[in-house]
């Protein structure tokens, strides 16, 4: 058990240093893009970069969460207001995907606490691409928000197709997906960021169908106080 372990930690840590690695040269191929484009723009050449960038892009954020999933989760606490992050996401998502409606119910407009705004926001820009993703990019999400004693708890329920038992029996305990292009690190993600904020994370099905992504955050972490 104790061998599993220490191999584990190990096969980690090699996950992670070569995540590193894979990042130099990606930023080299990044750079190089750059200039072949300008280039390009010069001779009047039309070719489909974005494409290409967006493809680097998948690349850069999968190897950020092995980063990430294996760093100390030592971020900078600073004062947030939960409403504003999430109107934020809101009219980002209404955007780039115009057939999702976000409805969000906040008890109290002003509700601050001390938190990672990017860690948040990555958290729940993860929940949020699972739910898309879930309801084949056309559906209804709505967030509601609670305030109990130091802890503040965010429900985030979407009117996908939910989670199969067999499904939801494997989430949390090793990297999962049922997607053809998934990692499976997105719910870890969530977790450890809950976690940091001296918090939780779940995922469950909810009473009218579709997923509920529960988070519960405490309000003023203690290493703030
Ligand atoms: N809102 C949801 N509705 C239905 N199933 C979900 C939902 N969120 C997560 N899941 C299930 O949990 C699995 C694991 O999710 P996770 O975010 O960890 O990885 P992923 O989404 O598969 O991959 P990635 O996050 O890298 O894109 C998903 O593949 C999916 O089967
Ligand atoms: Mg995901």
Known sequence: MQSNLAESHVL????AAIAHEVKNPLTMVGLNL???EASDKRLGADRNYAMIRKELRKISDLMMDFIYLSSSGQNDMEE????????????DLSISMPNIFVKIAHPNDSLVLHANENSLRKLFNNIIKNATEAMEYSGEIRINTLVQDDYI?????????????????RLFKEPFTTKPLGSGLGLSICKKIAEEHSGHFTLDNSE????????????FPSRMC
């Open 208 to 219: 009218n169908g579709g997923c509920v992504a529960t988070v519960t955050l405490k309000r």
């Open 153 to 169: 708890t965010i429900q985030v329920r979407d009117s996908g197709p939910g989670i199969c038992p067999s499904v939801r029996e």
């Open 34 to 36: 750059d200039i072949l």
């Open 80 to 91: 947030v207001t939960i409403s504003s992050l999430l109107n934020e996401i809101r009219n």
């Open 12 to 15: 980690e840590e090699r996950a």
